[in-house]
């Protein structure tokens, strides 16, 4: 099992270096020459050469690659070009609302999803399987900014009881924070749902047939009980894996989302790193979303060699 | 095609399917009025009070810009799929014919690719050649190629291990003419169910491109740009968000449907 662990670490880091480089050399090819863009047009050519040496943006490509590097181990993430401020301290201040937002919608569409996918494998084949397949058909097949645009209009101009948008910050206290969020993560949630919904009923399917679900049975608990008790603690294990194979939709979703709702997240910001041609946030933001999404499978593959032990022998 | 007949979710993705390839075809030949026409005096008319589903602020029929919508993402999205389809696909089944290590680079190469949303790559590549029709093609085709690849590499190698490849390698076929001959045709249905179903995907992808100003440029109307023009008449117009909204749902709930409904006529045994 360490050996396993040791040789997928390996795999992970060689992987987060890849995908590091790649994202470097590529942000560095983007046209536009990020000293012109801080100084404006009418900088003079030598003050333009100084900022360019003051920025390092005119050592070779490898150097400055490594030197990045370094600073993304130290924890410096470089220096935000049009925002003046580090860009560690920026992209914390956004994860402060991309990071709720993304763990609000992980547990509303498993609050959802589970309970709807469990129903729906105890009524296989019933009025509620087919109401709960009709779900995830739709829920699926929605656009998360849409659903986002639809909550908009109907709780915020019709009803008037939401914020259409913005985030008050979490100074203005936690109620208020969360009350911003709450819009956009029920958007982000639905898609997921209903994938979830999908992945949860087939779970429970399979594990209902099992030898120790019956057992359960026969041993005389209810059927509620022995479903909620024994099969969906281990049916949880597929949905959980769906998640995080899930988490670049989530990802998309977001950036999608925090630009309709103007939530000052992690996408808005890499939206408008992009477009302000702020390449040291952009470079930084791509590979912490990157690096996330790849950690998010590796620990996914773990969590599949904890459970299973057929996949351990095989790795071997 | 009786057991087809018989499959009520093939048959509404069939038919959702059906009506909105027909609807995309006939905006090239006909739309109820020019969909960049502007008539300033009809603006924000709500559905049946001008046109069939009204206007928008710039008084342009909201019906015909739906339309040319339907052309503008299926065509993006079909070119995007064949071209991830197909390269994921040769990659795929050229992997499982060579092994080793180029196994092991491919599939790194797509946990890379794959750890990097369609999103952000399109907003890079439109950084590169400028946002338009071609950056969002090749922004879901690259997120597409994985997909195929790891597909197709997990079916092919089990062909390679049917006792007829077997037969057929030690008759001393080409590795090569055995992928044509045998492994493709064998794993071509599990390909077309995907494919349908990505396609969905890239419907939904493309319209997020364009809500951001990153797909095809204005004038020409685009599911997405509707949908992020609408923003600023909520209150006043909400059919400018409802309706194109519904289209892109509606289009990719018919080809889930519509793929769903293949890998059960296609696979029988996996009919979970």
């Known amino acids: 099992m360490i050996s396993i662990l040791v040789r997928r670490i390996l795999s992970l880091i060689?992987?987060?270096?890849?995908?590091?480089?790649?994202?470097?050399?590529?942000?560095?090819?983007?046209?536009?020459?990020?000293?012109?863009?801080?100084?404006?047009?009418?900088?003079?050519?030598?003050?333009?050469?100084?900022?360019?040496?003051?920025?390092g943006l005119d050592q070779p490509l490898p150097v400055r690659y490594l030197a990045w590097l370094a600073g993304v181990f130290r924890g410096d993430l470089g220096q935000s070009y049009t925002y003046g401020v580090p860009v560690a301290g920026l992209i914390a201040e956004r994860l402060s609302v991309t990071l709720p937002l993304a763990l609000m919608a992980i547990v509303i569409s498993v609050l959802i999803a589970v309970p709807l996918g469990v129903q729906a494998a105890r009524r296989h084949n019933g009025v509620f399987d087919l109401v709960a397949g009709l779900f995830s058909y739709v829920s699926i097949a929605v656009p998360a900014f849409w659903v986002g645009l639809l909550l908009i209009i109907f709780f915020s101009t019709m009803l008037g009881w939401m914020p259409a948008g913005g985030f008050p910050g979490w100074d203005a206290g936690l109620l208020a924070g969360l009350q911003a969020l709450l819009m956009p993560a029920v958007a982000l949630a639905l898609p997921q749902a209903g994938v979830l919904t999908r992945v949860a009923r087939a779970?429970?399917?399979?594990?209902?047939?099992?030898?120790?679900?019956?057992?359960?049975?026969?041993?005389?608990?209810?059927?509620?009980?022995?479903v909620w008790?024994?099969?969906?603690?281990?049916?949880?294990?597929?949905?959980?894996?769906m998640l995080g194979l899930q988490f670049t939709f989530l990802i998309a979703g977001a950036v999608l989302v925090e630009n309709v709702f103007n939530l000052p997240g992690l996408g808005r910001l890499a939206y408008q790193a992009l477009s302000q041609r702020d390449i040291v946030v952009m470079q930084d933001v791509v590979l912490f979303f990157s690096g996330l999404v790849i950690l998010m499978n590796f620990l996914v593959d773990l969590a599949y060699l904890a459970i299973d032990p057929r996949l351990r022998a095989n790795a071997q | 095609m009786i057991r087809a007949l018989r499959r009520p979710v093939f048959l509404i993705g069939l038919a959702i399917t059906l009506a909105l390839f027909a609807v995309a075809l006939l905006s090239l030949v006909w739309t109820p009025f020019p969909p960049a026409r502007m008539q300033i005096v009809q603006r924000l008319k709500a559905?049946?009070?001008?046109?069939?589903?009204?206007?928008?602020?710039?008084?342009?029929?909201?019906?015909?810009?739906?339309?040319?919508?339907?052309?503008?993402?299926?065509?993006?999205?079909?070119?995007?799929?064949?071209?991830?389809?197909?390269?994921?696909t040769a990659l795929g089944v050229f992997v499982a014919m060579r092994r080793g290590w180029l196994e092991l680079v491919v599939m790194r190469g797509c946990d890379i690719i794959f750890a990097v949303?369609?999103?952000?790559?399109?907003?890079?590549?439109?950084?590169f050649i400028g946002s338009g029709r071609f950056t969002a093609i090749?922004?879901?085709?690259?997120?597409?190629?994985?997909?195929?690849?790891?597909?197709?590499?997990?079916?092919?190698?089990?062909?390679?291990?049917?006792?007829?490849?077997?037969?057929?390698?030690g008759m001393g076929r080409p590795k090569g003419r055995i992928t044509l001959v045998h492994v493709l045709p064998n794993i071509s249905n599990q390909i077309i169910v995907q494919v349908t179903i990505q396609l969905g995907l890239a419907i939904?992808?493309?319209?997020?491109?364009?809500?951001?100003?990153?797909?095809?440029?204005?004038?020409?109307?685009?599911?997405?740009?509707?949908?992020?023009?609408?923003?600023t008449f909520l209150g006043q117009a909400p059919w400018l968000a409802l309706l194109p909204g519904l289209a892109i749902a509606l289009a990719v709930l018919g080809l889930n449907m519509l793929g769903d409904g293949l890998r059960d006529l296609l696979d029988p045994r996996d009919n979970s």
């Open chain 1, 203 to 226: 779970a429970v399917l399979d594990v209902m047939n099992e030898d120790f679900v019956r057992t359960a049975r026969a041993k005389g608990l209810s059927d509620g009980v022995a």
């Open chain 2, 138 to 169: 090749i922004s879901i085709a690259v997120f597409m190629v994985p997909v195929f690849a790891r597909l197709s590499l997990g079916a092919a190698l089990q062909i390679w291990t049917r006792d007829y490849v077997t037969a057929a390698t």
């Open chain 2, 204 to 231: 939904l992808t493309e319209a997020g491109l364009s809500f951001l100003g990153l797909g095809m440029p204005p004038p020409t109307p685009t599911w997405g740009r509707m949908l992020a023009d609408s923003q």
């Open chain 1, 229 to 241: 008790r024994h099969a969906v603690p281990n049916a949880l294990v597929p949905v959980v894996t």
């Open chain 1, 14 to 55: 060689i992987t987060l270096l890849i995908v590091s480089l790649v994202i470097f050399t590529v942000m560095d090819l983007l046209p536009g020459d990020p000293a012109a863009i801080m100084l404006g047009t009418s900088a003079s050519p030598e003050t333009l050469a100084a900022l360019r040496t003051q920025l």
């Open chain 2, 117 to 127: 949303p369609p999103i952000l790559s399109a907003m890079i590549l439109g950084a």
């Open chain 2, 47 to 88: 559905p049946l009070e001008f046109g069939l589903l009204g206007t928008d602020q710039f008084g342009r029929d909201v019906a015909s810009m739906l339309m040319v919508g339907a052309w503008n993402s299926l065509s993006t999205s079909i070119l995007a799929v064949a071209l991830g389809a197909t390269v994921g």
